[in-house]
Structure formats: structure tokens, C-alpha cells
């Protein structure tokens, strides 16, 4: 489950989340844009986890395939 934090949020945090994808310089296709929007809508998540499932899910939406398999495979991409 994705859980969006709303704590002291409006209700435009979505449209806020999307709005920071949406203007993001770099592509989701490449591992350096995947980065810059998972960090870019991070605040907005209650947990890492969820903010990458965001993202991976709008990679899969674009390019029909997630970017990473795993949370995990993730992890140790972003921390390379």
C-alpha cells in the first residue's frame, strides 16, 4: 500500500507530488531521473518504500516495465 503523509498537508499534496514528477528535468527511463524524482516527492511519503513504489509504479505506466524489480535492488542502487 502507498501512503501518502498528510500530516499539516493541504488537499492538493497529490497534485504537489505530481506537479514535482511532472517538472523533474530528467527522465524516468534513466537511473539519475528515477533518483532526482524519487527524492523530489520524498517528503510527501509516510516511508522510502512507498515514494519508490510511486515512482516505479509511473515508470511501469510510461515504459510498460518497472525500473527496479525491488525495494531492495533499489537500496543498494541508491547507495552505490
Given amino acids: 500500500m502507498i501512503t501518502i503523509n498528510f500530516t499539516g498537508a493541504t488537499p492538493q499534496t497529490l497534485d504537489n507530488v505530481n506537479y514535482k514528477l511532472l517538472t ?3 527522465e524516468l527511463k534513466n537511473e539519475n531521473g528515477f533518483l532526482e524524482s524519487y ?4 517528503p510527501y511519503f509516510k ?6 513504489l510511486y515512482v516505479n509504479i509511473l515508470h511501469f505506466k510510461k515504459y510498460n516495465s518497472f525500473k527496479f524489480r525491488s525495494f531492495k535492488e533499489f537500496g543498494k542502487f541508491k547507495n552505490q
Fill in 24 to 26: 523533474v528535468k530528467k
Fill in 47 to 52: 516511508s522510502q518504500e512507498s515514494a519508490f
Fill in 39 to 42: 527524492y523530489s516527492i520524498l
